[in-house]
């Protein structure tokens, strides 16, 4: 009748929370530091040619970190307009309050996205005349100027005019009287491999052919329309990419794109991504592990079900590659990723128990993962990883 007794003594009125009432940490989530993201713009915005504008890219949730937060810190940190890919996220920053400069960096083409655009005042990208028009027209009918910003394509073959075309047609969309052409602005293809500085690179001629480009349309360095050509890459490459304005989305969040960059520039990653230990087993030697049985034990060995999986955004292609950390120290994930869970060998440790807290990315005492390391051994880039998370990872900003 132990169980009876221990039942009685059970006190319910601790527990006086609202059914759906879950602790954000109960199982897995993404910690975010606000502070990192402010000090990273700060410290970038050093690197720049003088009166050089910070965009801060927030798209996809702002990397998979919390748009709302990186807008606030990146402002505070002296971003002065900000980047989306997507109508729907310009709409949400406005909703959140941002009245700074927003532009879309995704196509918009139809009249009704482009009037749900100017009503939320965010600014679109405009690759055609035809798109110019449109805007024009939405101007007109409303008795106002539409701002917007110009795109011309010098080598990355996505969006933007074609460059002969636009240096044929800029005076015509000048002529336009309800658009209020806000930038012009180009985008590098290959800012971040390793010659991108010698002179047959092609972000050189990319470059070069924005130059001779806005040479050709007698651009007036006085007037107030932006021009911008650098990501994060380019930014850091040199001063000769930054024009009026910068858009940096990776290197804001704490990591750089460049595998060579300027020693003083210590960049913070903002975001951990952190998960409780939710069951403790111990299995013999040469028993099978997970999905396949891909891991057999080779001795006897203790195992932590962590409760995160590929459902999660953790790459099912990591199997058996990453490691955690807890208290400072380094435990291998062994066995294949499944979709809500993994298992990490923990014989070494007395002081993992259950709810123990798992560092997956990000720092523990003197030890770091970093979503570079997690891109390399699962053949991507740095930018997948952060964009991949789901949304069943709640976020919690940290300070
Ligand atoms: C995403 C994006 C950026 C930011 O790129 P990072 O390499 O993350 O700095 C800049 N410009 C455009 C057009 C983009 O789509």
């Known amino acids: 009748m132990q169980i009876r007794k221990s039942n009685q003594e059970f006190n319910f009125d601790k527990y006086s929370f609202f059914k759906q009432d879950i602790d954000p940490k109960q199982r897995a989530w993404i910690e975010v530091k606000g502070k990192a993201l402010e000090t990273n713009v700060r410290q970038l915005r050093t690197k720049l040619r003088k009166n050089c504008q910070f965009m801060a890219v927030?798209?996809?949730?702002?990397?998979?970190?919390d748009a709302k937060v990186v807008c606030d810190y990146a402002i505070k940190g002296g971003a002065s307009e900000l980047g989306v890919a997507t109508l729907e996220?310009?709409?949400?920053?406005?909703?959140?309050?941002?009245?700074k400069p927003i532009l879309i960096l995704g196509n918009l083409y139809t009249k009704r996205d482009l009037i749900i655009s100017f009503k939320n005042?965010?600014?679109p990208t405009i690759s055609s005349i035809r798109e110019c028009l449109v805007c024009n027209n939405i101007g007109k009918h409303f008795g106002l100027k539409f701002s917007l910003h110009l795109k011309v394509d010098t080598g990355m073959s996505r969006l933007g005019f074609e460059s002969k075309k636009f240096i044929q047609q800029f005076e015509k969309i000048k002529s336009f009287e309800n658009i209020s052409i806000e930038g012009i602005y180009s985008h590098l293809s290959s800012a971040d491999e390793n010659n991108a500085l010698d002179s047959q690179s092609i972000t050189q001629s990319q470059r070069l052919k924005f130059n001779e480009l806005l040479k050709q349309i007698n651009f007036d360095r006085n007037n107030e329309i932006k021009i911008h050509l650098a990501n994060s890459a380019g930014m850091l490459l040199s001063k000769d990419f930054h024009f009026h304005m910068v858009r940096?989305?990776?290197?804001?969040?704490?990591y750089s794109p460049l595998a060579k960059i300027d020693k003083n520039l210590l960049l913070k990653p903002a975001l951990s991504l952190k998960v409780k230990v939710a069951f403790i087993r111990t299995i013999d030697k040469g028993v099978s592990v997970s999905y396949g049985g891909k891991f057999v034990s080779n001795r006897k060995t203790k195992l932590a079900v962590l409760s995160i999986g590929y459902a999660d955004g953790v790459p099912r292609n990591l199997s058996g590659k990453i490691?955690?950390?807890?208290?400072n120290?380094?435990?291998?994930?062994?066995?294949?990723?499944?979709m809500d869970q993994m298992m990490v060998d923990i014989t070494d440790s007395k002081e993992i128990k259950v709810g123990s807290i798992m560092v997956l990315l990000g720092s523990d005492g003197d030890k770091t993962i970093?979503?570079?390391?997690?891109s390399r051994k699962s053949n991507t880039i740095p930018w997948e990883i952060l964009c991949s998370f789901k949304n069943r990872l709640p976020k919690v900003q940290v300070d």
């Open 248 to 254: 940096v989305g990776l290197s804001m969040y704490g």
């Open 370 to 374: 970093s979503p570079l390391e997690w």
């Open 121 to 123: 005042d965010l600014m």
């Open 89 to 99: 996220e310009g709409i949400k920053l406005r909703s959140f309050g941002v009245k």
């Open 58 to 65: 927030v798209k996809a949730d702002g990397y998979g970190h």
């Open 323 to 327: 490691k955690v950390i807890h208290n």
């Open 329 to 338: 120290k380094f435990y291998p994930q062994v066995g294949s990723i499944t």
